[in-house]
């Protein structure tokens, strides 16, 4: 059974930082697109970021581009998500979620797995 464990989430002051943590309990981690997405109170769950299996290939939500990183440890199944400058606007709760198809995509339906969520808070 595949599972997907975020961490790190928490409150931040403005301009400040965090890094999203997600543990990946997939014996073929490096076959899988892993992605972060967010969603704030009342709103639709929205695409934060992506990279390709290898890590080749990353894409990222015109909002976050040059403040958020996203990047892969194959050998530890984990993926994280580095956001600096945080915004009050960055506040949601973040999940991962995971691809076998190949495909880089923004759009949540092709993701067949999905973690739990990570809150995050970011104060003015």
């Known amino acids: 059974q595949v599972q997907l464990v975020e961490s790190g989430g928490g409150l931040v002051q403005a301009g400040g930082s965090l890094r999203l943590s997600c543990a990946a309990s997939?014996?073929?981690?490096?076959?899988?697109?892993m992605a972060w997405f967010r969603q704030a109170p009342g709103k639709e769950r929205e695409f934060v970021a992506v990279?390709?299996?290898?890590?080749?290939?990353?894409n990222y939500v015109d909002s976050v581009k040059g403040r958020f990183t996203i990047s892969r440890d194959n050998a530890k199944n984990t993926v994280y998500l580095q956001m600096n400058m945080l915004k009050p606007e960055d506040t949601a709760v973040y999940y991962c979620?995971?691809?076998?198809?190949?495909?880089?995509?923004?759009?949540?339906?092709?993701?067949?797995?999905w973690g739990q969520g990570t809150q995050v808070t970011v104060s003015s």
């Open positions: 997939i014996r073929t981690f490096s076959i899988y697109t």
């Open positions: 990279i390709s299996r290898s890590g080749g290939i990353t």
């Open positions: 979620a995971a691809d076998a198809s190949g495909r880089v995509s923004k759009d949540p339906l092709p993701y067949e797995y």
